[in-house]
């Protein structure tokens, strides 16, 4: 990137949340993960078949996730266990090609990464039936986040770290090496999208209608990012208009720029 295109567009690097953000987990996918999880409460932990749906979500609410809250409980649950078991059973093929979003994806010139809580198998599998595996600089993950957690000797010796925590979110930002104030941070949870704000990241809410305060942008669907942030591309139209306009049409198209990302 040039000198130029550079300044022109206010981001360098793009964080995607992957569940619900670049597709929507209603398909079934989601139904199967609950259905999942109530199975493994009952079948490794115990709990009785009527319990299991209200721990759930009871440790959802309080710990971010049913492994992160089994484990502060003294549950000595594995991670890879408990993952293959929840996501490893999900039926992906009602997960469908997005050739559409492919090509939004392949377009923005910047930096893309994925920032999930899910772990890195569920991630791959979930990106390659989107056919979007190869959009990705990398996949910033479960496994990202809690490198530490194979190794503990007791269930609540190492927290497990996940967005929105400072600390999972700080880890992450570290294994993407960006700048905060040039990173568009997307994510469907308002939370999230809170936390990222509050180191710096400029944020779009994805999959609802009306901004969090916390956002700087709300997105119905992933696939009107275009219509809603078009300054990622700032760089790239300030590449062709370098090849191909005039210098007067450029100035013009700077002046919108401005204008649109508020300068
Ligand atoms: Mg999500």
Not at 120 to 126: D, K, M, P, S, V
Not at 165 to 178: C, H, Q, T
Not at 179 to 185: E, I, S
Request: glycine fraction near 4%.
């Amino acid at each position: 990137m040039d000198s130029y295109s550079k300044s022109s567009s206010p981001f360098d690097c793009l964080l995607f949340d992957l569940d619900d953000t670049l597709y929507s987990s209603k398909i079934g996918i989601a139904e199967a993960l609950r259905n999942n999880i109530d199975d493994f409460l009952v079948e490794k932990c115990g709990f009785s078949q009527h319990k299991a749906p209200s721990l759930r979500s009871e440790l959802f609410k309080t710990y971010g996730s049913s492994l992160a809250g089994l484990r502060a409980l003294g549950y000595n649950i594995d991670a890879d266990e408990y993952h293959s078991f929840v996501h490893g059973r999900l039926p992906y093929n009602l997960i469908k090609q997005e050739p559409q979003l492919r090509n939004l994806l392949r377009s923005i010139p910047q930096r893309k990464i994925i920032f999930t809580n899910s772990d890195r198998n569920h991630a791959i599998a979930a990106l390659k039936r989107l056919g979007l595996e190869d959009c990705f600089e990398k996949i910033i993950c479960f496994e990202t986040m809690n490198p530490n957690l194979p190794n503990s000797t007791r269930p609540d010796q190492f927290p497990v770290l996940l967005k929105p925590s400072m600390d999972a979110m700080k880890i992450a930002l570290r294994a993407a090496d960006v700048d905060p104030r040039r990173t568009l941070f997307l994510d469907d949870n308002s939370r999230n999208v809170a936390a990222g704000k509050a180191l710096g990241l400029s944020t779009v809410l994805v999959g609802k209608t009306v901004k969090s305060p916390e956002a700087d942008y709300v997105l119905e669907k992933i696939h009107n990012l275009a219509q809603v942030v078009p300054e990622i591309w700032a760089a790239a139209a300030g590449d062709r208009i370098n090849r191909s306009k005039s210098k007067s049409d450029m100035d013009s198209i700077l002046v919108t720029a401005a204008a649109t990302v508020g300068a």
